[in-house]
T-cell receptor
Framework: NAGVMQNPRHLVRRRGQEARLRCSPM?????VYWYRQLPEEGLKFMVY????????ESGMPKERFSAEFPKEGPSILRIQQVVRGDSAAYFCASSPIMGELGDNEQFFGPGTRLTVL | GQNIDQPTEMTATEGAIVQINCTYQTSGFNGLFWYQQHAGEAPTFLSY????GLEEKGRFSSFLSRSKGYSYLLLKELQMKDSASYLCAVSIRNTDKLIFGTGTRLQVFP
């Protein structure tokens, strides 16, 4: 049973370019979460999606960032016109349907390390 | 607002016991997770507490007091491979999103 998959593992972009990060959740998982981890900092929630729906995007910057989780295919986190401050590790996590106790363990992917030159 | 505090760094000796504390002030608290993260790798699940008390799982135990907004992770019989960051995260009701602390970097010395 494959875990959460993310690609690419490393991505280098120049300022102003676009970055596309992909996440395939674990089989049977319908919830996807994106987190950002800046160097020497904790993970910060960005967005929570279910198939074709954004449930909570309270952690997403207002501009340049967008996320989707289409009916078919992986979830995509898209960053337009990247700036140096976007350099970070971006982790995707997935979980199954919410349990009664909210004890949904989130399984994390290996992350995509974005470097903006 | 949401606030989670844990020490930035800790050191311990192989074979010893270490306790990593986490305090939180959050609205909509559902439960508390502990994750382990080795440098450059993904966080991996260690424990989940939703009720007050101690949960034991092998060398690792986790404690929660909801009334005090306090949790700790206890690591026994430390091994060198336990050197990692330990992340305290609160699960928020109805969203399942996790609010993470900054993590505690633990270094285990021989």
């Amino acid at each position: 049973n494959a875990g959460v998959m993310q690609n690419p593992r490393h991505l280098v972009r120049r300022r102003g370019q676009e970055a596309r990060l992909r996440c395939s959740p674990m089989k049977g998982h319908s919830h996807v979460y994106w987190y950002r981890q800046l160097p020497e900092e904790g993970l910060k929630f960005m967005v929570y999606l279910q198939k074709e729906n954004i449930i909570d995007e309270s952690g997403m910057p207002k501009e340049r960032f967008s996320a989707e989780f289409p009916k078919e295919g992986p979830s995509i986190l898209r960053i337009q016109q990247v700036v140096r401050g976007d350099s970070a590790a971006y982790f995707c996590a997935s979980s199954p349907i919410m349990g009664e106790l909210g004890d949904n363990e989130q399984f994390f992917g290996p992350g995509t390390r974005l470097t903006v030159l | 607002g949401q606030n989670i505090d844990q020490p930035t760094e800790m050191t311990a000796t192989e074979g010893a016991i270490v306790q990593i504390n986490c305090t939180y002030q959050t609205s909509g608290f559902n439960g508390l997770f502990w994750y382990q993260q080795h440098a450059g790798e993904a966080p991996t699940f260690l424990s989940y507490n939703v009720l007050d008390g101690l949960e034991e799982k092998g060398r690792f135990s986790s404690f929660l007091s909801r009334s005090k907004g306090y949790s700790y992770l206890l690591l026994k019989e430390l091994q060198m491979k336990d050197s990692a960051s330990y992340l305290c995260a609160v699960s928020i009701r109805n969203t399942d999103k996790l609010i993470f602390g900054t993590g505690t970097r633990l270094q285990v010395f021989p």
